[in-house]
């Protein structure tokens, strides 16, 4: 049991309370509704078609390549300046 001070005692499991309490009920009510509206919305959706990602994998692969090579290119250069000077 949690209590609160420097004695930190207390004589009600605070857990057991909140799991039992009304608010408690109603939240999970709540986020059971909030689930199931979004599946909805999901589904509605889907019925095109459905990607996790905004690009395709080819699209992101060329791009993070792209970027690896410019990177590599601009901090080539940067070390042969510096072992030159």
């Not at 009600?12 to 979004?38: C, F, G, P, Y």
Request: net charge positive; glycine share 4%.
């Amino acid at each position: 049991m949690v209590g609160a001070g420097a004695s930190g005692k207390s004589t009600q499991d605070w857990h057991e309370v909140w799991k039992n309490s009304q608010e408690s009920k109603d939240v999970q009510t709540e986020l059971a509704r909030i689930k199931n509206d979004m599946s909805q919305q999901q589904s509605k959706a889907s019925e095109g078609k459905h990607s996790e990602f905004a690009m395709p994998f080819t699209a992101q692969l060329k791009e993070v390549t792209v970027r690896v090579f410019r990177e590599h290119h601009h901090d080539q250069h940067k070390n042969i300046r510096l072992t030159i000077t």
